[in-house]
């Protein structure tokens, strides 16, 4: 049977954007590295609350000017496209203002906090005829478009089985928003939604979830397991924890063969594809050197995405946006995670 490959196109290939990123936290500065050095583009504006931070961070990463408002950020003729990189419980009214100033977006994941803030940023960026995509950058990567080949040639035959999981020691010692329910806090939304979307990617959206979870002093998930079935009697066994480090492997079974990808899973990895009988017949080897380097492939997507006039990314449609969020409210609400003001 002949080898896949993948489909991905090399990010240095894309047509130029220029980016205006929303937030200058630590995924804003990877995201800027990566657009940087990895594509064609240029960030040329960075909005922080605070001025003194955007105008370091401009400085730090070539990237044009800082401004001391996500208003000003929005409003800026030097930019094509933002990327909104604030907290989760900022998503909604950040993706909102810039859409409402004519601007296209890319959303940091988890897209919102909830489905419904995700359907209100979908309808308002479809009314505006604008791009909206998720930035969930495991979907765009080379390693992700060979796993979707196999189970599309059928070298698995049925899949049976999936297993994924994403730990890191993150609590109660790490970031500070991911203990406050206030910034839409805990290890579903930050590191369990790699497993839920993948899990996505290969089995569709599931039928049924089933979710248990423990939670810390503060409401927010310290760790959670799922198991869901998928439309065609596939379960998925999920976990998160931001309370220890795991392996973060997955594994795709099915009555033919199985797919194994070393952990980081999400990140760009080895993938083997194995028989039956658990014999090595092919594997895939991916290194992009710098941890979070791969972030180039989603700017990439999107910079293609804009000259195209496409209005959502193919390898991440807008309802499978929509779909993983209503499964993180189904998980949440089984576990007994609310977030204020939702």
């Known amino acids: 049977m002949t080898r896949v490959e993948s489909r991905i196109p090399d990010p240095m290939d894309a047509p130029p954007v220029r980016w205006g990123i929303l937030g200058a936290g630590s995924i804003a500065r990877a995201f800027a590295y990566a657009v940087g050095t990895g594509t064609r583009s240029a960030v040329t504006a960075v909005g922080s609350r605070d001025r003194d931070k955007a105008v370091a961070f401009a400085a730090e990463h070539d990237a044009g000017h800082g401004v001391g408002s996500y208003e000003e950020l929005v409003d800026a003729d030097d930019v094509d496209i933002v990327y909104v990189a604030t907290p989760h419980s900022a998503h909604h009214e950040n993706a909102l203002l810039a859409l409402r100033a004519?601007?296209?977006?890319?959303?940091?994941?988890a897209f919102t906090r909830n489905a419904v803030e995700a359907a209100q940023i979908v309808d308002e960026a479809r009314s505006r005829r604008l791009l909206c995509m998720e930035a969930m950058w495991s979907r765009f990567l080379p390693h992700y478009d060979v796993v979707r080949q196999?189970?599309?040639?059928?070298?698995l035959g049925s899949v049976r089985t999936l297993t994924a999981d994403h730990g890191q020691r993150l609590w109660p010692e790490g970031p500070q928003r991911l203990s406050?329910?206030?910034l839409a806090g805990g290890a579903l939304l930050d590191l369990g939604i790699y497993p839920v979307s993948f899990a996505h990617m290969v089995l569709g959206g599931p039928q049924h979830v089933r979710a248990v979870g423990t939670l810390t002093d503060?409401?927010?998930?310290a760790t959670?397991?799922?198991?869901?079935?998928?439309?065609?009697?596939?379960?998925?066994?999920?976990?998160?924890?931001?309370?220890?480090?795991?392996?973060?492997?997955?594994?795709?079974?099915?009555?033919?063969?199985?797919?194994?990808?070393?952990?980081?899973?999400?990140?760009?990895?080895?993938?083997?594809?194995?028989?039956?009988?658990g014999a090595e017949l092919e594997r895939w080897e991916y290194d992009l050197g710098t941890r979070?380097?791969?972030l180039r492939f989603e700017a990439a997507e999107a910079a293609r995405c804009l000259h195209a006039g496409a209005l959502e990314s193919p390898l991440l449609p807008l309802d499978e946006t929509l779909s993983v969020m209503r499964t993180l409210d189904e998980v949440r609400a089984q576990i007994g995670v609310h977030y204020p003001g939702e």
């Not at 004519?102 to 994941?109: A, F, I, R, S, Y």
């Not at 220890?244 to 993938?271: C, H, K, Q, W």
Request: aromatic share 4%; glycine share 16%; charged share 20%.
């Open 218 to 221: 503060a409401g927010v998930d």
């Open 292 to 294: 979070h380097f791969g």
């Open 180 to 182: 406050d329910p206030g």
């Open 224 to 277: 959670t397991s799922i198991v869901a079935t998928g439309r065609d009697g596939a379960h998925a066994l999920l976990s998160t924890t931001m309370g220890a480090r795991t392996p973060t492997t997955a594994t795709i079974s099915g009555d033919l063969g199985r797919i194994e990808i070393d952990g980081d899973f999400y990140m760009p990895n080895t993938v083997r594809l194995l028989d039956s009988g």
């Open 150 to 155: 196999l189970i599309e040639t059928g070298r």
């Open 102 to 109: 004519g601007k296209p977006v890319l959303v940091e994941k």
